[in-house]
Each structure stands twice: as structure tokens, then as C-alpha cells.
């Protein structure tokens, strides 16, 4: 196996090895004394030295407990498929990422400047707290945004070098949409006044110009988020069809960072939707159509869906049912039994008609996340990466028979259906992996009339994943830091039962939403340091054993010119437990 000085060269899937950590980790960095010099203990902290007075036991428990896995990987030539089988013996747990805030990169192609010096910081602290690395949001918009084929990488070329410095890895999300238009978005950003990142300029001149290049609902509105999966061969976005805008896009990506494409960055996430997610835009909350928990619209109005729909009918003898979709199926905001389609009893997705048309509507989206998928092998083929795909959470209404809320997504799974173990029999046909949310949630946590089903809608999506030997990677849904919320990962992280009692495997990863201000205000850091080391433990241990364990107690108080990085004062001092914690000020001169 090639040798590179920092760590193990990845190859294979998303399940394969992850890097042994560096073991530069554990010497003591300049740049990391300069920056807190006041303090030699919070300098050992960020640098990895920390040791408590059993650090020798510590470290040689560290040293057995190495990650070993054994993977068995068949590709075939480009254009062709890839069967991935995978056996992996975890012995050191799940290893954990943290996604960066969606505005690190500003539509101008720049490190915003609230990140500049705060994120080289925050990089150490995640280090030191255990972290393998962390997932960057690539943006169309922003580094396609001076004309096509115009490509900037400058910025995430600077923030893969941060990471680099940091001893940490990148996991890159190629996203084809925009930012501002999903649920969480606004929370994601350090600027919430500026979090809106579109698509490229001339992609939006494009769809002036075609508007059918827009997903459209029943209504009519169309939505600029992402390019319609029904436009995929359309040759009028500025001469090319979206399929080849994302291939040249991501050959591009590996051209400028292709030396670093399975060393520092290790994984890759095809966007293929809103959010990046492989489904519909069917709940809007950015545009003010949609709220929780609203049911959604079914997405197929543009001119090439309803050929398609049309043509879908005709092979079927049944020219009526391809003039549209459900007429009955109403408004973004219903509820299903305020609707004769989704309706408990006697719903017409029962129907003949309902089954014809939901299995049009789900089939085409799972041909575009294949086609997405094929075009990033071909693309990344070699290089090393793991390559996955994102499906959506969406948990309200999925204890309702017709799953409401995820039919119009395109999730063709209801009451006695599976509709993901279609696209896992996908994603296990060219080796890649899945990532899925809802990580923390439980089903009293949400309102009782919404029917929210987080848990179940986990566990089915973790079966289809096992059952095709498909790695999955886990994320949170929204940004918790509290006890609960890391037992609830916790539980999920390292196996459980699925709906039918069958054991299920561990995580293949698992990335923590998001660095924000927040991860170090208060207790946050500590606890978050805690359960990233029982998710590296590989079991699962209770609120009292975690007390005991040997992880400093952290405070940090951070003022809002932290992110700004005038002036560093940190001091160390005592709890009135006699507990050591750092008190952190970024202050403005």
C-alpha cells in the first residue's frame, strides 16, 4: 500500500479505511504557541499534547484499538458499472466530521471575511477535539460564476490548505444548487442577511431565456434553486445540456485539486438536487411557499416532464392519465386528509392511476441519481475518493399510510412499499455510499398531528443500506448540543435494530452540523469533545461513565469580533469544582 507522510492512503468506498491518525498530531506547533502563547495549557490543547496522568494506558489502549478493515473492490471500465463488496471490522468506532458554515466561500469567490483568521482556529480546536476532518459546500455559483468554463478554485484551494495544516480531511460537497432555499439554511450561515448564494449568473440567464429549465408546480411557479432533472439533455444552458455543465464541472474540480483526491480529500458528495439531496424541490420553505409540515406539491409541470409523462402513459394504453399530475393531491400547505390523492382511506394513490404515476415520478428522479452517479465515477475514477449521494429526511407524515411528504419528494415508500431500497440497489450497483439526517431526532420530540417519524424513516433507510451492503454516513438535522441529541447519534452511530428487529451495522461516518459560534460558547466544546470521543470508542456509554472520562473541560466565551480575529486574549482558570476550563475572549483593539 503507498506510504504518504501524514497518513494512509485511502482507496476504495466510503466504508474503506479511514486515516490513521496523524501522528504529528501529537508534537507541539509553532503557529498554534503563537497564536495563544498566553496560555501553555490551552497551547497543548490545540496542538493535541493534552495528557492526563494515565496517558500512557490511554495511549497504548489508542494503539490497539487501530481501525482494520478489509475491502474487496471490483470496478469495471468508465461508462460501465461498479459492484462494491464490502466487509469492514471497526474496532476504534465511527469517525466523526463537522461541516463548515454554507457562506465559508462568499458569492464572490473569497473567504468571507468574518472566517478568515477564526477558521484557521477552529480548525485546531476540532483537531484536538478528535475530529477526522470536514465538509465543505463546493459552490456552481460561486466558482463558475464569471461565464462557463470559467473556473475560480483560489478559495477552496486556501481552505484545503487550512485543513491540510490542521492535520485534519475534507470531505467535498459538489452542490449544484443555491443557497437560501432549504429548510436550515438561514442557520447555517454566519451572515444571515447575505446567506444567498444562487446559481451561477448566466445558468439564471439560461433559465430567462427557457424557463422550463426550472422545476414548475401545478401553479405555475417555477424554482430557481436547481436545473430541472427533466432538462438533462437540453443543450441550452450557454450551449451545453446540465449534464455536461456538472461533469465539466467536477473535471475541473479534479484538475485543480486532484493531487490531494483520496489523501486530503477523502470523500465526495454528488449533489443532485435542492440541498444537494436526490429529491424533488417540493417543500420551498426560501421561497415562502411551504412550512412545516405542510405535505408539499409534485413537481413535474415543466414542458419536458409532461412530455415525458405523456409518452409514460401512451406506452401504457392510457393516454389520459399524461396531462398532468394528481388533480386532487392539493397545495403545498395541506394536510393528506385534506386531499382526496394522499388521503388515509381510500386515497387514490391506491389506485391504479396513483401507482402508474408515482412510479413515473420516483423512477425519474432515481434515473437522474444515476446518472449523477455515473458521471461522477467516470470523472473520479482512480483517484482514490469515496464517492455518495444524499437523500432527504423527510420524517412528517411517514406514519400516515401514503407518507404524504415523501411522495411528492419522489420517494415512492408507503404503507407496505419500500421506496429506498430502489435507490440503495442503485448506489450499490456503482459503489457508492448514501448519506442520510435525521441522526438526533425522536418521534415526541415533533408534533403528534404531524405524524413525524424520524425514527422508523432511519431505520428503513439504514436496512435498504445494509441489505445491498451500501456504506452509510450520518448527519444530524439541525444543530443541537445537547446531551440527548449526541445519546440519540450515539445509539444510531453503533448499530441498533431495524423495523423488524434485524441488527443493523455501524456508521461508516458520521458529520456533525455545523461550526458555528455556538460549538464553543458556554459547555459546548466539552460536551461535544465527549461524545466524539464514545463515538471513536465504539460503544456506548452512559452520562455518569462519561463524567469520568479523561477529556478537558472547556469553556470558552467568545464576543461576535471573534469571527473577525482582531485580538486573542484567553486565560486559563478553575470551575468552582476546582475543574480546569479556558476562558477564550476574541475582543475588538
Same mark, same amino acid.
Given at each position: ?23 504529528? &498530531?501529537? #508534537? ?42 478489509? &475491502? ?30 454554507? =457562506? ?17 482556529? /477552529?480548525?485546531?480546536?476540532? &483537531? ?8 465543505? =459546500? ?28 490542521? /492535520? ?51 401553479? /405555475? ?37 486532484? #493531487? ?15 440541498? #444537494? ?13 411551504? &412550512? ?9 409541470? @415543466? ?80 483517484? /482514490? ?57 425522536? =418521534? ?94 465504539? @460503544? ?18 467568545? @464576543? ?30
Amino acid at each position: 500500500m503507498a506510504k504518504r507522510q501524514g497518513g494512509t492512503r485511502r482507496t476504495g468506498g466510503m466504508g474503506s479505511t479511514r486515516t490513521t491518525r496523524r501522528k504529528e &498530531r501529537t #508534537g507541539t506547533r509553532s503557529h498554534t504557541a503563537m497564536l495563544f502563547s498566553a496560555s501553555k495549557w490551552t497551547s497543548r490543547l490545540l496542538s493535541g499534547t493534552f495528557k492526563t496522568k494515565e496517558e500512557d494506558r490511554v495511549e497504548d489502549k489508542s494503539a490497539r484499538e487501530e481501525e482494520v478493515v478489509e &475491502r474487496k473492490q471490483s470496478h469495471v471500465s468508465a461508462g460501465s458499472t461498479a459492484q462494491q463488496n464490502t466487509r469492514v471490522v471497526r474496532q476504534t468506532g465511527v469517525p466523526v466530521y463537522v461541516m463548515l458554515p454554507l =457562506d465559508t466561500v462568499s458569492p464572490d469567490g473569497t473567504i468571507t471575511a468574518k472566517h478568515a483568521k477564526a477558521l484557521g482556529v /477552529g480548525l485546531k480546536a476540532l &483537531r484536538a477535539a478528535g475530529v477526522e476532518g470536514v465538509m465543505v =459546500d463546493i459552490w456552481w455559483g460561486v466558482v463558475e460564476r464569471d461565464g462557463p468554463k470559467k473556473y475560480d478554485w483560489s478559495a477552496y484551494k486556501r481552505i484545503l490548505q487550512m485543513v491540510k495544516d490542521a /492535520g485534519l480531511t475534507m470531505q467535498a460537497v459538489m452542490s449544484f444548487h443555491a443557497c437560501g432555499c432549504n429548510v436550515g439554511d438561514q442557520r447555517g450561515v454566519l451572515q444571515p442577511d447575505k446567506q444567498h448564494i444562487p446559481l451561477p449568473s448566466w445558468v439564471l440567464e439560461a433559465m430567462n431565456d427557457d424557463p422550463d429549465l426550472m422545476f414548475t408546480d401545478r401553479w /405555475g411557479y417555477r424554482n430557481p434553486e436547481c436545473i430541472s432533472l427533466f432538462a438533462h439533455d437540453s443543450p441550452t444552458v450557454a450551449g451545453r445540456t446540465p449534464i455536461e455543465c456538472y461533469r465539466d464541472f467536477m473535471a475541473s474540480f479534479k484538475m485543480a485539486l486532484g #493531487g490531494e483526491l483520496g489523501w486530503t480529500v477523502t470523500d465526495i458528495s454528488i449533489g443532485c438536487g435542492p440541498c #444537494g439531496e436526490l429529491r424533488y424541490p417540493s417543500y420551498p420553505e426560501g421561497s415562502g411557499r411551504w &412550512r412545516f409540515p405542510g405535505i408539499g406539491e409534485f413537481m413535474c409541470y @415543466d414542458k419536458r416532464a409532461l412530455i415525458g409523462l405523456a409518452s409514460a402513459a401512451s406506452e401504457v394504453g392510457r393516454g389520459e392519465w399524461g396531462s398532468g399530475g394528481p388533480h386532487d393531491a392539493g397545495s403545498y400547505n395541506d394536510w393528506p386528509d385534506n386531499t382526496g390523492f394522499f388521503a388515509t382511506t381510500q386515497g387514490n394513490w391506491e389506485s391504479e392511476y396513483g401507482d402508474f404515476f408515482l412510479k413515473w415520478y420516483s423512477g425519474e428522479l432515481i434515473s437522474h441519481g444515476e446518472r449523477m452517479v455515473e458521471n461522477a465515477f467516470n470523472v473520479f475514477a482512480g483517484t /482514490g475518493v469515496h464517492l455518495s449521494i444524499k437523500l432527504a429526511g423527510v420524517h412528517w407524515w411517514y406514519n400516515c399510510r401514503s407518507h404524504a411528504a415523501e411522495l411528492a419528494a419522489g420517494y415512492y415508500n408507503t404503507y407496505g412499499r419500500d421506496g429506498y431500497d430502489a435507490i440503495a440497489e442503485m448506489c450499490a450497483k456503482w459503489g457508492v455510499g448514501l448519506n442520510f439526517t435525521c441522526m438526533e431526532m425522536q =418521534d415526541h420530540e415533533h408534533p403528534f398531528e404531524a405524524q413525524c417519524g424520524p425514527e422508523g424513516l432511519l431505520r428503513q433507510v439504514r436496512a435498504a443500506a445494509a441489505r445491498h451492503s451500501v456504506p452509510l454516513a450520518g448527519e444530524n438535522a439541525l444543530t443541537r448540543f445537547d446531551s440527548e441529541a449526541y445519546n440519540r447519534i450515539l445509539q444510531n452511530a453503533h448499530g441498533g435494530l431495524d423495523n423488524y428487529g434485524i441488527p443493523l451495522p455501524p456508521l461508516a461516518s458520521f458529520t456533525f452540523l455545523r461550526l458555528l459560534p455556538e460549538l464553543f460558547e458556554g459547555w459546548n466544546l466539552t460536551e461535544f469533545m465527549k461524545f466524539v470521543n464514545r463515538m471513536a470508542d465504539g @460503544d456506548q456509554v452512559t452520562d455518569k461513565m462519561s463524567a469520568a472520562m479523561d477529556v478537558p473541560n472547556v469553556r470558552m466565551t467568545i @464576543d461576535e469580533s471573534w469571527l473577525e480575529g482582531d485580538t486573542e486574549e484567553p486565560k486559563e482558570s478553575l470551575n468552582a469544582s476546582g475543574q480546569r476550563f479556558v476562558l477564550f475572549k476574541f475582543s475588538r483593539r
